[in-house]
């Protein structure tokens, strides 16, 4: 009677020795699936967490959440700083560090986009700011998916309203990169400016900031066969403090639609060079 009395428990060791054989010769998970999770779960806290901050809004579809391909080592404008921090989906403040969007654009795998660039050249000029970036993008949304009431402007909305709160500071602008999948269909291509116009008023009311400064990217590339009439929606925003850094010509990787690393570059010290000029011409002014 004793063995047989065992045998519940021989077999639950079997059971437990099958599954560690499993494994140890089971072969990981992908990296390039993985390691944007990977990274986000590791973040670094800075001293300057608590201090004011001069904040952005990084809003659109995926080449603003960064599909550029991290080489190693990164360049410079792509590496961590202590004075720029990102808002994690947890709410917390951590140094900002790429994939910037590894826990909220959770689909695909993330890489490199403009907003690690942008800092730095915000840094260049004024290196003693604190910078607080709020990541928002997803990739393959299309604009009316960023209408007031649907899930993706309440999370930018709220979580920008989070970063107000979490530190204060306050917010310099929205840099927005979205419409290439507005390029597939007739429709949505020509509807386009209407949404981009509800949509920079709705921002304005709901947070509370009448001239909040929205710098948005005209597209590079689309999805579909009409980019061009999206792109000239984009040129024909008439609402003031909304301006445009084109990046067509930039270039792409060889999907055709991603920017490439090299362009990211590029496109954020662009973004750069726009904030700092509307922020000077703005002071000049007053």
């Known amino acids: 009677m004793k063995p047989a009395a065992r045998r519940p428990l021989l077999l639950c060791a079997l059971a437990a020795a099958a599954a560690l054989s499993f494994l140890l010769v089971a072969p990981p998970p992908p990296l390039a699936a993985h390691l944007s999770t990977l990274l986000a779960a590791l973040p670094v806290t800075s001293p300057y967490a608590p201090r004011p901050k001069l904040l952005f809004l990084l809003a659109g579809q995926s080449n603003m959440a960064g599909r550029g391909l991290a080489p190693t080592p990164l360049p410079p404008p792509f590496r961590p700083h202590p004075r720029v921090l990102r808002l994690a989906a947890s709410r917390r403040w951590v140094v900002a560090s790429p ?7 959770t689909h695909k795998a993330c890489g490199l986009g403009p907003a690690m660039p942008f800092a730095h050249r915000l840094l260049g000029a004024s290196p003693d700011l604190v910078l607080g ?10 604009i009316w998916m960023w209408a007031r009431g649907e899930p993706l402007y309440e999370a930018a909305v709220a979580r920008a309203r989070a970063a107000l709160g979490a530190g204060g500071g306050a917010l310099g602008a929205v840099l927005w990169f979205q419409g290439e999948s ?25 947070l509370g ?11 590079a590339s689309g ?10 929606a984009q040129k024909n925003i008439r609402l003031p403090n909304v301006i445009l850094v084109d990046a067509i010509g930039l270039p792409l990787r060889d999907d055709q639609l991603h920017l490439s690393t090299e362009a990211q570059l590029r496109l954020g010290d662009m973004l750069g060079q726009a904030y700092l000029k509307f ?4 002071e000049s002014r007053q």
């Open 279 to 282: 922020n000077s011409s703005t």
């Open 99 to 105: 994939p910037l969007h590894a826990d909220i654009d």
């Open 223 to 232: 999805e579909g066969n009409y980019t061009d009439i999206v792109r000239e």
């Open 209 to 219: 900031i009448p001239d909040l400064l929205v710098i948005q990217v005209g597209l």
């Open 182 to 206: 507005d390029t597939i269909e007739l429709d949505d291509a020509t509807g386009y400016g209407g949404r981009m116009e509800r949509l920079v008023n709705d921002l304005r009311a709901d």
């Open 133 to 142: 970036l709020v990541p928002s993008a997803v990739g393959g949304t299309r």
